[in-house]
T-cell receptor, first 116, second 111 residues
Framework: GAVVSQHPSRVICKSGTSVKIECRSLDFQATTMFWYRQFPKQSLMLMAT?????????EQGVEKDKFLINHASLTLSTLTVTSAHPEDSSFYIC????????????FGPGTRLTVT | TQLLEQSPQFLSIQEGENLTVYCNSSSVFSSLQWYRQEPGEGPVLLVTVVTGGEVKKLKRLTFQFGDARKDSSLHITAAQPGDTGLYLC???????????FGTGTRLLVSP
């Protein structure tokens, strides 16, 4: 149980375009989803927290207008990187938390974004 | 800002050796999780510890939560190449509703 999927797993886009990444909880309802960014050989950096039906809460230093998060349902959250630039290239990982075991997060497999 | 410092940052050992990874903070956490992450994949939850002083075992892995719930350790007995990966501790403070991740420990186990 507690499987989280991400799509796509890899994406290459040109500078100035937008990219959407989907995060789905497959076998449970996720009251909260999180988006992380990870640089090579480093730990995870939380970007934002999203609750179903409400606006995402962004961490300090994360541009809201650049990283658009939508949590449309209890099983789907999307991250859109708008007007992507090479410095946005990174590994993006989502996680989901259930209502009953709120202290545990289940992670997706990640999305490798490369902006050329 | 809550910080979780892990040590060592990098560990390279031979198959069969034992090792311990530490996760320390000045903050108190209501629970603490340990994850293992392999290159190009998301972290996989290994264990959650909730009670101060709690010890949990997962085959050759032993996890301990400090009495004051500020620190934790992961001990691996007779390490195997399959244990290779990035180990991350993460603390949860329900007041903040989010996990604080440790700095990570990269483990390489050679045959």
């Amino acid at each position: 149980g507690a499987v989280v999927s991400q799509h796509p797993s890899r994406v290459i886009c040109k500078s100035g375009t937008s990219v959407k990444i989907e995060c789905r909880s497959l076998d449970f309802q996720a009251t909260t989803m999180f988006w992380y960014r990870q640089f090579p050989k480093q730990s995870l950096m939380l970007m934002a927290t999203s609750n179903e039906g409400s606006k995402a809460t962004y961490e300090q230093g994360v541009e809201k207008d650049k990283f658009l998060i939508n949590h449309a349902s209890l099983t789907l959250s999307t991250l859109t990187v708008t007007s992507a630039h090479p410095e946005d290239s990174s590994f993006y990982i989502c996680s989901a938390r259930t209502k009953d075991r709120f202290y545990e997060q289940y992670f997706g497999p990640g999305t490798r974004l490369t902006v050329t | 800002t809550q910080l979780l410092e892990q040590s060592p940052q990098f560990l390279s050992i031979q198959e069969g050796e034992n090792l311990t990874v530490y996760c320390n903070s000045s903050s108190v956490f209501s629970s603490l999780q340990w994850y293992r992450q392999e290159p190009g994949e998301g972290p996989v939850l290994l264990v959650t510890v909730v009670t101060g002083g709690e010890v949990k075992k997962l085959k050759r892995l032993t996890f301990q939560f400090g009495d004051a719930r500020k620190d934790s350790s992961l001990h691996i007995t007779a390490a195997q190449p399959g244990d290779t990966g990035l180990y991350l501790c993460a603390g949860d403070n329900t007041g903040f509703q989010k996990l604080v991740f440790g700095t990570g420990t990269r483990l390489l186990v050679s045959p």
